[in-house]
């Protein structure tokens, strides 16, 4: 029989699970970036990897818990400052974002290095992000305080990621299994469009008609589930120990 885990345990599992399989797809970059969820059942806090540990090494222990005015609550590490107003200005903002994932993966961050760079409809996963992407075109340095993390996340509005100019992407979802799903699909599509923009030749975009319809095909998060159960397997094989709670 299943061991039952609190909910703010199994969010620990689930955000480290995340940070971990990030790692081993080459999503993060050193010990920067960012992946944070919601607390269950107390509004206004979250959990957050620490400063200081590379993604490949963070355990369920090792997030801390902040609040909505960037005081720890529980954990024996620090948050990095950029990771606070970054998060916390998201959480805030959009309260439907119950996880919030920050990275430079490197295919969606060269979109946000080339003028005019955006998502375009030509591979059948570039569309599962019609209509659901923005951009922020101004970029003003680190996140450094709060104005800062505010202004970067308000080019969020009602869009579930945000590319941010000459620094790299935010995704949101309403789940840690959607919003990672939607990081995993979302460097694939950026992959395939950098790829063909490197040939030289004209990319095929796809009917606006039949993209709209493919769209509509992709909002059952069946799949996403599907697939972070899939990665959590492939961790307990591969990386034992990786979801201990001391």
Known sequence: MAKTVSAETQARID???????????????????????????????????PQG?????????????VDGQGSKVAGKHEVEPTAFFIHGAAHRSKPQAKCVLHTHMPFATTLTVVH????????????????RDAY??????????????????SGLK??????????????????????FDDLYYLERACMLQVLGMGTGKPLRQVPDVI??????QMTDDTQARLHFIALKRLLDRN??????LE
């Open 15 to 49: 955000l480290a699970a995340a940070l971990r399989s990030a790692s081993r797809m080459g999503l993060g970059e050193g010990i920067c970036n960012h992946f944070s969820v919601e607390v269950p059942d107390r509004p206004g806090h979250f959990l957050i990897n």
């Open 53 to 65: 540990l590379h993604w490949s090494e963070v355990t369920p222990a090792d997030l801390v818990m």
């Open 116 to 131: 005019g760079g955006r998502i375009e409809p030509v591979s059948q996963v570039a569309l599962k992000f019609l209509g």
């Open 136 to 153: 922020d075109d101004n970029y003003n340095g680190l996140a450094l305080d709060a104005a800062e993390g505010a202004r970067i996340v």
């Open 158 to 179: 009602n869009a579930d990621i945000l590319f941010l100019a000459n620094h790299g992407i935010i995704v949101t979802g309403p789940s840690i299994n959607i919003a």
């Open 211 to 216: 993209a709209q319809k493919t769209a509509a």
């Open 239 to 244: 990386e034992p120990g990786w979801s201990r």
